[in-house]
Antibody, heavy 118, light 110 residues
Framework: VQLVESGGGLVKPGGSLRLSCAAS????????MSWVRQVPGRGLEWLSL??????????HYAAPVKGRFTISRDDSKNTVFLQMNSLRTEDTAVYYC??????????WGQGTLVTVSS | QSALTQPPSASGSPGQSVTISCTGT?????????VSWYQQSPGKAPKVMIY???KRPSGVPDRFSGSKSGNTASLTVSGLQAEDEADYYC??????????FGTGTKVTVL
C-alpha cells in the first residue's frame, strides 16, 4: 500500500491544521491506521490510532495530543485525517501516517512537515 | 507512556555484529510480543525490519534478527554492511490500542 500525506505547512501557535493521508494500492476498509510524528533530528512519537469500522472505528490518543487532535477516516475516499487544534510550538514535526499490521505501524507515508511558529 | 530506552549509538566494522537493546516495562515490551524494529535512513520514512519480536518481513536480509527476554527486546545485525548505517527504532504495543517507540539508536559502520 502507498500512503501519501498532505496538509502540512506553517501555522501560528493556537491555530489549526487538518492533515490527510490518502492510500492507494489497497482498500483502507479493514485497516487500523495511526499517525506518528518526528521532530527533525529527534525520535518517533506515536500520536493516535483509529480502528477499522468493522472493529468499531474506535480512536485512541497519546497524552500530549489528547483533547487537541482528532483522528478520523473516510473509507469511501480511502483517506485518514488528523485534525490538529490548539497547536503549540512543540508540535512542530514531520507527521507520518501508518498502516498498522501485526500489532505495529507497518507501511509508512513519506511524511508532511508541520511548523508551528509565530 | 514513557519512551522505550535504547542506547544512543552503536558501531561496528564491516562484517562484525552489533546488538541494540530496547528496554521497557511489563506494560509494553514485557507484556506483549508486538515488538517491532525500524530502520530509518536520513530523509526517509522508517522501514520495518523485525515484527512480533523475532519475525522478519519478506525482503529483509536474514542478517537482521530479533529477540526478547522479559522487558527487553534486542535487534542484532550480523555481518554489518555499509548500507546498514542508519537510525534504528523499536516500538511496542502498550495496551489499550496504543503504541510506544524507543528513543532511537544511531548505528555507525566504521
Amino acid at each position: 500500500v502507498q500512503l501519501v500525506e498532505s496538509g502540512g505547512g506553517l501555522v501560528k501557535p493556537g491555530g489549526s491544521l487538518r492533515l490527510s493521508c490518502a492510500a492507494s494500492g489497497a482498500t483502507l476498509t479493514t485497516a487500523w491506521m495511526s499517525w506518528v510524528r518526528q521532530v527533525p533530528g529527534r525520535g518517533l512519537e506515536w500520536l493516535s490510532l483509529i480502528k477499522s469500522e468493522s472493529d468499531g472505528g474506535t480512536t485512541h490518543y497519546a497524552a500530549p495530543v489528547k483533547g487537541r487532535f482528532t483522528i478520523s477516516r473516510d473509507d469511501s475516499k480511502n483517506t485518514v485525517f488528523l485534525q490538529m487544534n490548539s497547536l503549540r510550538t512543540e508540535d512542530t514535526a514531520v507527521y507520518y501516517c501508518t498502516w498498522d499490521y501485526a500489532g505495529s505501524p507497518w507501511d509508512w507515508g513519506q511524511g508532511t512537515l508541520v511548523t508551528v511558529s509565530s | 507512556q514513557s519512551a522505550l530506552t535504547q542506547p544512543p549509538s552503536a558501531s561496528g566494522s564491516p562484517g562484525q555484529s552489533v546488538t541494540i537493546s530496547c528496554t521497557g516495562t511489563s506494560s509494553d515490551v514485557g507484556g506483549y510480543n508486538y515488538v517491532s524494529w525500524y530502520q530509518q535512513s536520513p530523509g526517509k520514512a522508517p522501514k520495518v525490519m523485525i515484527y512480533e519480536a523475532t519475525k522478519r518481513p519478506s525482503g529483509v536480509p536474514d542478517r537482521f534478527s530479533g529477540s526478547k527476554s522479559g522487558n527487553t527486546a534486542s535487534l542484532t545485525v550480523s555481518g554489518l554492511q555499509a548500507e546498514d548505517e542508519a537510525d534504528y527504532y523499536c516500538s511496542s504495543y502498550a495496551g489499550s490500542d496504543t503504541y510506544v517507540f524507543g528513543t532511537g539508536t544511531k548505528v555507525t559502520v566504521l
